[in-house]
C-alpha cells in the first residue's frame, strides 16, 4: 500500500536514448511533483501539477516533459539524453500546493546515462 | 541561488546525547519550515515542521527551534539514537510557492 511509487527505481541508459519513469499516488492528493537531486545533493523542484495542470515548471530543459494523464499519475519523459541528467528524481504528492502540507515523497528513480 | 542551506554535510554523535542540526535560508518570505528525514535507497519523509508565527515545536524526541531575526532554524534530538542515522534535509516554502530545500546533513549516531 505504497502511497508514492515510482518505476523503475534503477535505469541505466546510453547518451541519446529517450526514457520515462512513471509515477503514481494513492493518497487522493491534487498536487503532484517532479524533484531532482543533484550531484550536489539538493533537492530541487522540477514540474508541479495540481489536478493534472501544469503549475510550476522550473528551468528545466524541453527535453524533460511532465505528463498528467490523470489526477493520481504524473510521469516524466526524458527525450535524448545526456551525460548530465543522471540524477535521483523524485516523485512526491500533497493535498495542495504547498500551503503549509506536506509532501509525501516517492522513493526516488536512480538513473544513470552512459 | 540557494535560498536554504545547511552548511554542515554530516554531523556524529553518540547514542544518548544531543544531536543539533542547523539551518540558514535567506529569504524573509518563507513562512513555513520542515524538517524531513531520508534513508539511504528511500524518498524522504516527513519528520517536524514549525510555522513562523511560532519559534519552537515539539514531538517526542524532536524539537524544531526558529529564530527568524536570524533566519535560522535548528533540529535537535535527544536522546539522539542509532536509529536516528540518516540524512536531513531542512526545507522552507512561502504561501502560495515552491518549497526550497537544503542540501541535506548526514547524521551518523554511534552506540
Known amino acids: ?114 | 541561488d540557494q535560498q536554504v542551506k545547511q552548511n554542515s554535510p554530516s554531523l556524529s554523535v553518540q547514542e544518548g546525547r544531543i544531536s543539533i542540526l542547523n539551518c540558514d535560508y535567506t529569504n524573509s518570505m518563507f513562512d513555513y519550515f520542515l524538517w524531513y528525514k531520508k534513508y539511504p535507497a528511500e524518498g524522504p519523509t516527513f519528520l517536524i515542521s514549525i510555522s513562523s508565527i511560532k519559534d519552537k515545536n515539539e514531538d517526542g524526541r524532536f524539537t524544531v527551534f526558529l529564530n527568524k531575526s536570524a533566519k535560522h532554524l535548528s533540529l535537535h534530538i535527544v536522546p539522539s539514537q542509532p536509529g536516528d542515522s540518516a540524512v536531513y534535509f531542512c526545507a522552507a516554502s512561502a504561501k502560495g510557492n515552491d518549497m526550497r530545500f537544503g542540501a541535506g546533513t548526514r547524521l551518523t549516531v554511534k552506540p
Open chain 1, 1 to 114: 500500500d505504497t502511497a508514492v511509487s515510482q518505476t523503475p527505481k534503477y535505469l541505466v541508459t546510453q547518451m541519446g536514448n529517450d526514457k520515462s519513469i512513471k509515477c503514481e499516488q494513492n493518497l487522493g492528493h491534487d498536487t503532484m511533483y517532479w524533484y531532482k537531486q543533484d550531484s550536489k545533493k539538493f533537492l530541487k523542484i522540477m514540474f508541479s501539477y495540481n489536478n493534472k495542470e501544469l503549475i510550476i515548471n522550473e528551468t528545466v530543459p524541453n527535453r524533460f516533459s511532465p505528463k498528467s494523464p490523470d489526477k493520481a499519475h504524473l510521469n516524466l519523459h526524458i527525450n535524448s539524453l545526456e551525460l548530465g541528467d543522471s540524477a535521483v528524481y523524485f516523485c512526491a504528492s500533497s493535498q495542495v500546493l504547498y500551503s503549509g502540507n506536506t509532501i509525501y515523497f516517492g522513493e526516488g528513480s536512480w538513473l544513470t546515462v552512459v
